[in-house]
């Protein structure tokens, strides 16, 4: 995981544990329903990464409409990754409306929580 931005609680501990015995041992569908039960809770983690297994159809059927329900919970409840992700669905038009503006908007917010790559988007696009 991102060392020194997810504080340390009982679910970051939870989403190490599924990435390390189900996520490097490609059992996806396993590693993808215990992030699921975290992500039901409201863990903005877990969201982002349910929203990666849906977005990539790993362990789950693929599905987009699902993949951005999660992806903007999780920027909804602050989480950069999940910013960025849904900047990038925002930006391609993947399962949802093309929305530059909505783009720049979530690329700045993951950047402001220093995301590099949101940061070099903003640069890229003139945003910051």
């Known amino acids: 995981m991102a060392s020194g931005y997810y504080k340390p609680c009982p679910e970051l501990n939870r989403c190490d544990e599924l990435i390390e015995k189900y996520w490097n041992t490609e059992q996806y569908d396993k ?3 215990g992030h699921l039960e975290l992500a039901e809770k409201g863990y903005p983690l877990a969201e982002c990464q349910v929203g990666y297994f849906y977005y990539r159809g790993l362990g789950v ?4 409409a699902k ?3 999660w992806t ?3 920027a909804e409840h602050g989480d ?3 910013q960025y992700n849904l900047a990038t669905l925002y930006e391609n038009g993947e399962g949802v409306a093309k929305n530059m503006d909505e783009a720049k908007r979530w690329y700045l917010l993951a950047a402001q929580q220093k995301h590099r790559e949101a940061a070099a988007k903003c640069r890229k696009l003139k945003i910051m």
């Not at 059927?61 to 987009?64: G, P, S, T, V, Y």
Request: glycine share 6%.
């Open 31 to 33: 590693c993808f329903a």
């Open 61 to 64: 059927e693929k599905d987009l």
């Open 67 to 69: 993949a951005l329900y």
């Open 72 to 74: 903007q919970r999780a």
């Open 80 to 82: 950069r990754d999940g």
